[in-house]
């Protein structure tokens, strides 16, 4: 048995013949909205390579999204948008897209297991798990989808803001970013909330 299938068999051994692996993408960046995915695999499917999507290549992730996709028993992939990351905060935007993500999968699973140590409010039972991107096959899966989710939403931003460079640092606060921010301002997917002390010193 692989590493990664450990607290899937402690929660099938307690009962759950269903175990999700929840995960979000996008938690950091000054732009975008966060983004969450929910899968549920088959258990014990050896997937070659499945890790952190923090840990691997843009290729590998993306080589890896098809094969989840396709292999999952159920997903389900859901954002909180910029607005709502302003309004509510990260972390419950995050949580909102968790709860979203978990809600559109197909089949109800018995035990929700969560990366991180904060635990989102699901009619579900619900583990945290922290690193559990790189513990839990179904985390590592979220993680992934996630990712890539978001990755390729920001490259389409790209193209509506180029000014911007979103397809090369997917939000994240780099030197570029906020060289372009202090010559062109804000755009409509700007988090205004993670802004405030940036233009406040400008």
Same mark, same amino acid.
């Given at each position: 048995? #692989?590493e990664l299938? /450990?607290?899937?068999h402690?929660y099938a051994?307690q009962?759950?013949?269903?175990?999700?692996g929840?995960?979000?993408?996008?938690?950091?960046?000054l732009? =975008?909205?966060?983004?969450a995915a929910?899968?549920?695999?088959?258990?014990?499917?050896e997937?070659e390579?499945l890790?952190d #999507?923090k840990k691997?290549t843009?290729k590998?992730?993306? %080589?890896?999204?098809?094969i989840?996709?396709d292999k999952a &028993?159920a997903y =389900?992939?859901? *954002?909180a #948008?910029?607005?709502?990351i302003d309004?509510i905060?990260?972390? +419950?935007?995050?949580?909102?897209?968790?709860r979203?993500?978990?809600e +559109?999968l197909?089949?109800?699973?018995?035990?929700?297991l969560? $990366?991180?140590?904060r635990e989102?409010?699901?009619e579900?039972p619900?583990?945290?798990i922290?690193? !559990? $991107? #790189?513990?839990?096959?179904?985390?590592?899966a %979220?993680s992934i989808?996630?990712?890539?989710?978001r990755?390729?939403?920001m490259? +389409?931003?790209?193209?509506?803001?180029? +000014?911007? !460079? *979103?397809?090369?640092h997917?939000g994240y =606060?780099?030197? %570029?970013h906020?060289?372009? &921010?202090r010559?062109?301002?804000?755009c409509?997917?700007?988090r /205004?909330?993670f802004?405030?002390k940036?233009?406040?010193?400008?």
């Amino acid at each position: 048995m #692989s590493e990664l299938w /450990k607290y899937e068999h402690i929660y099938a051994e307690q009962g759950c013949k269903l175990v999700c692996g929840v995960d979000e993408a996008g938690r950091g960046p000054l732009a =975008g909205p966060v983004c969450a995915a929910a899968v549920i695999l088959p258990m014990d499917l050896e997937i070659e390579g499945l890790n952190d #999507s923090k840990k691997l290549t843009e290729k590998r992730r993306e %080589a890896l999204y098809d094969i989840i996709v396709d292999k999952a &028993l159920a997903y =389900g992939i859901a *954002f909180a #948008s910029e607005e709502e990351i302003d309004e509510i905060n990260i972390l +419950q935007a995050t949580f909102l897209a968790m709860r979203r993500a978990v809600e +559109q999968l197909q089949l109800k699973p018995d035990m929700v297991l969560v $990366d991180g140590n904060r635990e989102p409010e699901l009619e579900l039972p619900v583990k945290t798990i922290v690193k !559990g $991107d #790189s513990l839990s096959a179904n985390i590592a899966a %979220a993680s992934i989808l996630a990712k890539v989710t978001r990755d390729r939403l920001m490259v +389409q931003l790209d193209e509506t803001y180029p +000014q911007y !460079g *979103f397809a090369v640092h997917k939000g994240y =606060g780099t030197k %570029a970013h906020y060289t372009a &921010l202090r010559e062109h301002g804000m755009c409509p997917c700007h988090r /205004k909330t993670f802004l405030k002390k940036f233009y406040a010193n400008i």
